[in-house]
C-alpha cells in the first residue's frame, strides 16, 4: 500500500547528553521513500550515535506522464510523512533537522513549489541537491561506517529515480556521478509485462548497459594501473538483494548486514529467477514487501548490469548512505572534523569507543588491559601464534570493551558483555568480527569456549574460533594483571623456556614494595586456559622496579 509506514525503531539509549552533544536528525527526500535518522552528535570522539530511524513509501516518483509533475496525491502522502518525521524528530529532543531532496523533486517541474508548500505548511526548509552533491553525501556517510584503509573502493546506491556511482580511497572522490537510471523510474517507464517478457528484459537490459557505460568509464579512468578496486553497495534495492541470498545460502539474515558480501555470479542466478517471476509471486519472497517487490527486479538488474561494466565480482553491504552523509557534511561544515581522511582512518576505534562510553565503562581500566593483552600478542606472535594485525584489533576491540555488561548486572557480567557487543553498532567491522569481539569479550573470566556455548557456536568460521580460543586465553591473563585496576604491573616481559615446557612471565610492579599479591593470585586462577590451549605451563616471576 502506497505510504506504508515503518515504525520508528530505537537503536540505543542514551543515559543522559554531555553539554557539547549535539541531536540533530537528517531527511533523505527520495524517489521511492522518505528515510530520516536521529542522531546524537559526539564532538569529542567526533562521531554520531543513531538514536532512530524512519522510513515511509510515499513513491514521490510516481509522476503525471504527461506532464511529469508531482501529483496531488504523491506531495501530500510526502508532506504528512515529513510532518511525522519531525514529530518523531521533537520528541527525541533534536534540535535541527538537516532535510535534502533528490532526484523526484529535482526533476519535476513543479518540484520546486512542492519544496515551497513544505516550508509554508511545515516551517521545514529541504535542500535540493544535485546528482553529483547526492554522489559526495553518499560517499561521506559510507565512509562513516565503513573502513577503507586507503584502498579504492566504488559506491553504488541504486535509488528509485536515479544511481550513484563513486569511487574513492577515503581521501577527496576521485569520481562522482549520478545516472537517471533508477528502479522506480525504469519499472514505471520499461516494464508493462507480468513476469516481464524476455523481449521487455532484454530490451531493459541493453537500456541500463547504455545509459551506464560513460559514468563506467569516467569512474574507471580514475582507477590507477595495479588497483582492484572493491564495490560498496547501499540502498533498500541491494539490501533486499542481500535478504534473499542470505536466507538462500545461509538459511538466516544477518542482522546487521553491514559488511556481507554476495557475488556477481548469484545475482545473476537472482536475477534469472525474479524475471520469472509475476508480481504476486515476488511478493511472497521472505524480506520482500508490497512495494519492494514492484521494483526489485529492475534495481537487481541495475546492480547487475553495473557490476558487469565495472569488472567486479562481489559487493559489500553498507548500511550508511546518504542521511548519513549529510550528517557527517554537518560536523565537517561546523569544524567537528578536521578532515575526511581523519575521520575515515578511524572509523572502528572511534565505534569501539563510542560503544565503550555508552555503557559506561571504565576506559582506564580498559586500556590498560589492552595494552597488556597487545603485549602479549606482540610478545607470542610467530611463537606461539601466527595471528595478524587484523586479529590484534579486534583483540584491543574486545580488551577494550569487555567489562561492558557491569552496565546490566555484575553477575555474569561476561555474558552481558557478550550480549551488548553483539546487539551494538560497531561500525567498520563485519559480522563474523563483531562475533569474534563478542566471544573474546565473553570468554575474559569463567568457562572456556566450548561448543555447546551458543555463542561459540555463532562463530561459523573454523578460523575465528580459534582466535577465539587462542586470544580468549591472553585477555585473560591481562585483566588479571589489573586486577585491582590500578595499575599495579608496569611492564610484562615473556620468556619461551621450550626445554622446560615454560612459559614465565616477567612482572614489574610499578611500585617498588608492591608485592602485586593479588594480580599474582588472579594469574594463578586464570591460567588454566593459556596453559591448555598452549600446552604450557605458566610461570609469572615478580622483579624489582626500576
Known sequence: MVGAQTLPQPIVQLPGLTDRDRVL??????????????????????????????????????????TGHLTEAAMTRAINALKRCQEIAKSLGAEQILAVATSAVREAP??????????????????????????????????????????????????????????????????????KVGAVRLTAE???????????????????????????????????PGELPQLVGTSGTIETIAHLH?????????????????????????????????????????????????????????????????????VTICERSLREGVIVDWMLTHGLIEDRLRYQSSVRQRSVLKTAQKYGVNLVHS??????????FDQ???????????????????????????????????KHSYYLIRNAELLGYTEIEVETIANLARYHRKSNPKKKHENYRNLTSKQHRRIVDHLSTLLRLA?????????????????????????????????????????LWSLDNKKSSFEAEFGLKLVPILIPSI
Open 190 to 224: 520499461r516494464i508493462t509485462s507480468d513476469p516481464i517478457s524476455s523481449i521487455e528484459f532484454q530490451s531493459l537490459q541493453a537500456y541500463i548497459r547504455g545509459m551506464l557505460e560513460r559514468s563506467v568509464d569516467d569512474l574507471l579512468a580514475q582507477v590507477r
Open 110 to 179: 513543479n518540484g520546486r513549489d512542492f519544496l515551497r508548500q513544505v516550508e509554508v505548511e511545515l516551517g521545514l526548509w529541504i535542500n535540493l541537491i544535485s546528482g553529483p552533491e547526492e554522489a559526495r553525501r553518499i560517499y561521506l556517510g559510507v565512509l562513516s561506517g565503513m573502513e577503507f584503509g586507503c584502498q579504492p573502493h566504488v559506491i553504488i546506491d541504486i535509488g528509485g529515480g536515479s544511481t550513484e556511482l563513486v569511487l574513492g580511497d577515503g581521501h577527496e572522490p576521485r569520481s562522482l556521478s549520478s545516472t
Open 479 to 519: 585483566v588479571a594483571l589489573d586486577r585491582r585496576q590500578i595499575g599495579a604491573v608496569k611492564h610484562v616481559a615473556c620468556e619461551y623456556l621450550p626445554d622446560l615446557n615454560q612459559f614465565c612471565l616477567h612482572l614489574q610492579p610499578t611500585q617498588p614494595d608492591d608485592p602485586c599479591t593479588l594480580e
Open 380 to 414: 607470542t606472535q610467530n611463537l606461539l601464534h601466527s595471528w595478524t594485525t587484523v586479529e590484534r584489533e579486534l583483540l584491543w576491540a574486545a580488551a577494550i570493551l569487555h567489562n561492558c555488561g557491569h552496565h546490566v548486572s555484575h553477575t555474569d557480567h561476561h
Open 246 to 314: 542470505a536466507r538462500e545460502k545461509l538459511g538466516t539474515v544477518p542482522n546487521p548486514l553491514n559488511g556481507y558480501s554476495f557475488s556477481l555470479r548469484d545475482l545473476r542466478e537472482i536475477v534469472n529467477r525474479l524475471r520469472r517471476l509475476s508480481y504476486s509471486e515476488r511478493v511472497q519472497l521472505p524480506g520482500v514487501n508490497d512495494r519492494r517487490a514492484e521494483i526489485i527486479l529492475a534495481g537487481a538488474l541495475i546492480l547487475q548490469e553495473a557490476m558487469t561494466l565495472l569488472g567486479i565480482e562481489s
Open 367 to 376: 586500556e590498560r588491559v589492552a595494552n597488556l593483552a597487545l603485549s602479549l
Open 25 to 66: 536528525a537528517a531527511i533523505d527526500v527520495g524517489t521511492n521513500s522518505i528515510h530520516m535518522v536521529v542522531v546524537c552528535v559526539q564532538p569529542s570522539l567526533p562521531a554520531f550515535t543513531i538514536i532512530a530511524r524512519d522510513k515511509t513509501t510515499v513513491r514521490l516518483g510516481d509522476r503525471d506522464k504527461r
